[in-house]
């Protein structure tokens, strides 16, 4: 049974919401983390730790990774998706961008999937109660935006739109990972950031010579949670939610990272929070509803054939 044709449980919504809230942190710890330790190497720290976390678990468990080239391809794809490009585009663009607009941007994720899924993979019905969903939710975001955020929205352009590019990739992400609904998660989740770790640190190594490198002990605590938390926990629960709530469902949880984000960054970081971001909470928590609940009656959908 398709993703979009069945009633999601209570169990996989509260997932959806807890991958919502880790992401939703890694902005922060982003925002500390590259105070003392340069981007590539966070990024590359960021993918070797949370893959050979995930490495002791898959052995725990019994299992072991695919050793034919062709699924390994395929883990470089989506690495280069859902870690490599959008991890060091949002480190990048943080080092001008507050945490709390890094967020909003990237709440974009299910717009840029609606749109790639209706205008080219076509794998799932778009029906209008999913675009309404992502129109409300586009609404609520640009309430937390508020009208200071625009009035800046000059300033940092190059980080402005490499958190958009980066928003793009997670759609693109999301997409791709619907080829290994046959694994077990774990293994595109240990994977894809395994290949992720080995792109990226021969970067580091050449860039930053992070053996230079003296970074603080906030920094190195922010990269953990990083890695531990908003990667590894994270990517588990991502591949889990692509199999049951399918991709345009699961990029709904950008819409609810985005007030969860910048709740922290205002709590951490002093960021400050706009009233308005009491409605678009609303606003985002209908679109995320309407996301992922199927319609009732077929003829509404706007499934390409």
């Given at each position: 049974?398709?993703p979009s044709?069945f009633?999601p449980p209570?169990?996989e919504?509260a997932l959806l919401?807890?991958?919502a809230?880790?992401?939703?942190?890694?902005?922060?710890f982003?925002?500390?983390?590259?105070?003392t330790i340069?981007?590539?190497?966070?990024i590359a720290?960021?993918t070797?730790?949370?893959g050979?976390l995930?490495?002791?678990?898959l052995?725990?468990?019994g299992?072991?990774?695919p050793?034919?080239?062709?699924t390994?391809?395929?883990?470089?794809?989506?690495?280069?998706?859902n870690?490599?490009?959008p991890?060091t585009?949002?480190v990048?663009?943080e080092q001008?961008v507050d945490?709390?607009?890094?967020v909003?941007?990237?709440?974009?994720?299910?717009?840029f999937?609606?749109l790639?899924t209706?205008?080219?993979?076509?794998h799932e019905?778009?029906?209008f109660r999913?675009?309404?969903?992502?129109m409300?939710?586009l609404?609520?975001?640009?309430a937390?935006v508020?009208?200071?955020?625009?009035?800046?929205a000059g300033?940092?352009?190059?980080g402005?739109?490499?958190?958009v590019l980066?928003t793009?990739c997670y759609?693109?992400?999301?997409?791709?990972?619907?080829n290994?609904k046959?694994?077990?998660?774990?293994?595109?989740?240990?994977?894809s950031?395994?290949?992720?770790?080995?792109?990226?640190?021969?970067?580091?190594?050449?860039?930053?010579?992070?053996?230079t490198?003296?970074?603080?002990?906030?920094?190195?605590?922010?990269?953990i949670?990083?890695?531990?938390?908003?990667t590894?926990?994270a990517?588990?629960?991502?591949?889990?939610?692509?199999h049951t709530?399918g991709?345009l469902g699961?990029?709904a949880?950008?819409?609810?990272?985005?007030?969860i984000?910048?709740?922290?960054g205002?709590?951490?970081?002093?960021?400050r929070?706009?009233?308005s971001a009491?409605f678009?909470l609303?606003?985002i928590?209908?679109?995320?509803?309407?996301?992922?609940?199927p319609?009732?009656g077929?003829?509404?959908a706007?499934r390409?054939t």
């Amino acid at each position: 049974m398709a993703p979009s044709s069945f009633r999601p449980p209570v169990f996989e919504l509260a997932l959806l919401a807890l991958l919502a809230t880790l992401w939703g942190a890694s902005y922060t710890f982003i925002k500390i983390g590259i105070e003392t330790i340069p981007p590539v190497t966070l990024i590359a720290a960021r993918t070797l730790i949370a893959g050979s976390l995930l490495l002791v678990v898959l052995h725990l468990r019994g299992l072991r990774l695919p050793r034919d080239g062709a699924t390994w391809r395929s883990f470089a794809v989506q690495a280069c998706l859902n870690s490599v490009a959008p991890f060091t585009l949002i480190v990048w663009a943080e080092q001008s961008v507050d945490a709390g607009l890094a967020v909003i941007l990237n709440a974009m994720t299910p717009v840029f999937t609606f749109l790639i899924t209706w205008a080219w993979s076509r794998h799932e019905a778009t029906t209008f109660r999913k675009f309404a969903g992502v129109m409300i939710g586009l609404l609520g975001t640009c309430a937390i935006v508020g009208t200071q955020a625009l009035t800046h929205a000059g300033q940092a352009l190059a980080g402005q739109l490499a958190v958009v590019l980066a928003t793009i990739c997670y759609a693109g992400a999301a997409i791709f990972g619907r080829n290994f609904k046959s694994l077990d998660p774990i293994m595109p989740a240990t994977g894809s950031l395994i290949s992720g770790a080995v792109i990226l640190l021969p970067l580091s190594l050449v860039l930053d010579r992070p053996w230079t490198l003296a970074p603080s002990g906030a920094s190195l605590l922010a990269l953990i949670g990083l890695a531990v938390f908003s990667t590894a926990c994270a990517f588990l629960i991502y591949f889990r939610l692509i199999h049951t709530l399918g991709s345009l469902g699961t990029t709904a949880q950008g819409y609810l990272r985005a007030p969860i984000g910048i709740a922290i960054g205002a709590s951490v970081l002093g960021e400050r929070l706009d009233s308005s971001a009491w409605f678009g909470l609303l606003c985002i928590l209908a679109g995320i509803l309407l996301m992922t609940l199927p319609s009732r009656g077929h003829p509404s959908a706007m499934r390409a054939t």
